[in-house]
C-alpha cells in the first residue's frame, strides 16, 4: 500500500468519523443545565447595569463575547463546528496525499 493510498484511507475516515460525530451532536437534545432564573438575570438591565457600573461598556462587550463564544462549544453551533473541522483537516490531508510524488 503506498503513502498516498494510505492518506486518501485516513481522509476517508476521518470524512466518515468527522460527519457521523456531527450528525450524533446535531441530534442530540440539549440539556438546559443552566436556571432560567440565573439566564434571566443575566440577561436583565439592572445585570448591564451593573457591568457597566463596575468596568464600564468594554465590561459589557466583553460579557456578551464571553457568552456568544461559550455558546459555540454547545447543541447544533458545535455540529457545525466539529464537521467544518472535519472537513478541513480531511481537505489539507487530500491535498497532501495529492501532490505526494509516486513511489
Not at 461559550?70 to 497532501?96: M, N, P, Q
Request: glycine letters at 8%.
Amino acid at each position: 500500500m503506498t503513502t498516498s493510498t494510505r492518506l486518501y484511507l485516513i481522509t476517508a475516515i476521518i470524512l466518515l468519523v468527522g460527519m457521523g460525530g456531527a450528525v450524533l451532536i446535531y441530534l442530540t437534545p440539549e440539556n438546559a443545565s443552566d436556571s432560567v432564573l440565573i439566564r434571566q438575570f443575566e440577561q436583565s438591565k439592572q445585570y448591564r447595569h451593573d457591568l457597566e457600573v463596575i468596568g464600564g461598556k468594554g465590561n459589557v462587550l466583553a460579557d456578551e463575547f464571553c457568552r456568544w463564544f461559550e455558546g459555540l462549544w454547545h447543541g447544533r453551533s458545535l455540529a457545525l463546528i466539529v464537521a467544518c473541522i472535519s472537513i478541513l483537516i480531511a481537505c489539507g490531508l487530500f491535498f497532501v496525499a495529492y501532490h505526494l510524488p509516486s513511489e
